[in-house]
């Protein structure tokens, strides 16, 4: 399973999560306490709120 995703460095940017039978769009949406981030799914509208180094939640 490989997973793509942008470093979070800028706000309101774009990543995605690639597996190998699909693939999920997530935009940052804005920066929370610490180094967690509010992320929300492109397809579902879904909010999730994840930190920097937990890519492998978003999937």
């Known amino acids: 399973m490989m997973f793509v995703v942008d470093k979070f460095n800028n706000l ?3 990543c995605t999560v690639r597996g190998d039978t ?3 769009r997530w935009q940052v949406y804005r920066a929370m306490s610490g180094s967690r981030y509010l ?3 492109l397809d579902t509208g879904l909010f999730r709120a994840v930190v920097h180094s937990d890519m492998t939640s978003l999937y």
């Open 12 to 14: 309101r940017r774009f």
């Open 39 to 41: 992320v929300r799914n």
């Open 22 to 24: 699909r693939s999920r």
